[in-house]
């Protein structure tokens, strides 16, 4: 199994070391991770910037230390907002990455986590604002593999239940998995969203099984974790859901091609 989700020191918002991410990954028995550091052009207040040339060379001495015990990916999550398309593909063509991650962090040039976001919406006109800029991105960002956390505006919306079901969001789900299968991609289980395990908060077993329907082949966990202790939480749980929504193998990108494991 492959954590295809972590956070290093040089996302502004981890502090995780490289090694500490592999002594821990290896641990676990995981047979391989990513690294997919943050790059958001201009994220509200600024931040999550990264200079991939010191990445790079980071984690070469990083693999030539670990790369015998656990396969490394060189990696990126890069935040897309509809005008940071070009600036995200130079950087995306700019390096050799194995894997790149594509996720929305801001909506309306408001970065959700602060609240503001929700301010005055029902849950589902929030939701749905969501998944349509989660659209919008795998219609017009043309350089990525897997799609981040879809589920993300779940983490710190304000509601009573938080749960994104597909029932309640069917037209617009549908349209991101055929259109996400018919460009030969697919989209990441993100387990850090339930790391917590709180009650009435889970993922939509439903998500999974409509995408197996629509002929979705590609899902990969990822556990975002920007401290070690959440790498691979959860995993077990989470795999097997996977399985019983009909998948077989799991993904990982390496020179940007896809690589499938047995689940
Ligand atoms: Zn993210
Ligand atoms: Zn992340």
Known sequence: MFDCHMHTKFSTDSI???SAACERSIALGLEGIAFTDHLDIDFPGGGFMVNFDDYFSEIATIRANYGKEIKILDAIEVGIQPHVLDGSMKTVAGYPFDYVLASVHVLDGLDPSEGEFYKDKPRHEAYELYLKEI???IK???SFDMVGHFDYIIRYAPYED???RYNDHRDILDAIMIELVKQG????LNTGTYRKNEPGVDYDFELLKRYRQLGGELICLGSDAHRQEHIG???EYFSQMVRDAGFKYSVHFEKRKPVFSPL
């Open 233 to 235: 939480l959860r995993f």
């Open 16 to 18: 995780m070391d490289a």
């Open 140 to 142: 017009t960002f043309e």
């Open 135 to 137: 659209y919008r991105m």
């Open 185 to 188: 991609r697919g989209f990441e």
């Open 162 to 164: 938080r749960m994104l």
